[in-house]
């Protein structure tokens, strides 16, 4: 009770938790709160690109920024405003993440829960160097930066790593096949498949903690909003292959 009285829409400076964010490891007693931080995505706000991999991957018409609230002036303007701030003043946003994940630590010990942050909601940032300076606290992305597949991935860091389609990207996202890593698949249509590429897809869309997951899956999401209609090869129509 007392958890949900402090995280009800709590804003930091630039990460905020919202009302859904308290999820129960299942099969044990460990509870998880959800930090998060979203960002305008890829060249949205001129003059930086947080997406390194969007064009190749085609999925800046489709990303899901104008989602839920994401659609709302408020929303879009304090997006921007974060965006800007990693944009002119790299080093004055880097501190403020790292004293709003301090913050959240506080709390998350205060109430008894575990933390866990997710830092890419809309962006794909390389935050691994902020993220080895918290290992208490438990951080997931998802990820179409293929390289990162090679990296030395912190232990407190759940990668999953988003598919595209596209033919170019569908070439150079070969090798993570052959990893252990989670990849994330959007599926056109009404139905998930029950594997996808020999791996087992799961259902992506019943919840969005993806460090919860098993390894070596698909995690099937059905395509949303735009991407219903994405016709760039970013989503993947099991009706034509
Ligand atoms: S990489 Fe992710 S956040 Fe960035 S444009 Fe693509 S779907 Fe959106």
């Given amino acids: 009770?007392?958890?949900?009285?402090?995280?009800?829409?709590?804003?930091?400076?630039?990460?905020?938790?919202?009302?859904?964010?308290?999820?129960?490891?299942?099969?044990?007693?460990?509870?998880?709160?959800?930090?998060?931080?979203?960002?305008?995505?890829a060249d949205k706000v001129e003059g930086v690109n947080l997406c390194a991999m969007a064009k190749i991957a085609g999925c800046e018409g489709p990303c899901l920024e104008s989602a839920g609230r994401g659609s709302m002036p408020t929303v879009i303007d304090a997006r921007t405003r974060k965006t800007e701030l990693y944009?002119?003043?790299?080093?004055?946003?880097?501190?403020?993440?790292?004293g709003d994940i301090f913050a959240f630590i506080e709390d998350c010990k205060r109430y008894g829960v575990k933390p866990a942050i997710r830092l890419n909601v809309l962006s794909d940032i390389n935050f691994m160097p902020i993220i080895?300076?918290?290992?208490?606290?438990?951080?997931?992305?998802?990820?179409?930066?293929?390289?990162?597949?090679?990296?030395?991935?912190?232990?407190?860091?759940?990668?999953t790593f988003s598919y595209s389609n596209k033919p170019k990207?569908?070439?150079?996202?070969?090798?993570?096949?052959?990893?252990?890593?989670?990849?994330?698949v959007v599926f056109k249509g009404k139905?998930?498949?029950?594997?996808?590429?020999?791996?087992?897809?799961?259902?992506?869309?019943?919840?969005?903690?993806?460090?919860?997951?098993?390894?070596?899956v698909v995690v099937g999401l059905l395509a949303k909003g735009k991407a219903k209609k994405d016709n760039s090869g970013f989503t993947i129509d099991l009706q034509t292959i």
């Fill in 1 to 41: 009770m007392k958890t949900k009285k402090l995280f009800k829409s709590k804003s930091y400076n630039l990460l905020s938790v919202g009302s859904n964010a308290k999820i129960k490891k299942e099969g044990t007693n460990e509870e998880y709160i959800i930090a998060s931080l979203s960002l305008m995505p």
């Fill in 87 to 98: 944009r002119d003043n790299r080093a004055a946003f880097m501190s403020m993440v790292r």
């Fill in 132 to 159: 080895r300076e918290f290992p208490e606290v438990q951080f997931y992305d998802y990820t179409k930066v293929i390289s990162r597949h090679k990296k030395d991935i912190p232990e407190n860091y759940h990668l």
């Fill in 169 to 184: 990207y569908r070439k150079l996202f070969k090798p993570v096949w052959n990893t252990r890593f989670n990849i994330a």
């Fill in 191 to 216: 139905e998930l498949p029950e594997t996808y590429k020999g791996r087992k897809v799961i259902n992506g869309d019943i919840s969005d903690h993806r460090f919860l997951d098993p390894a070596g």
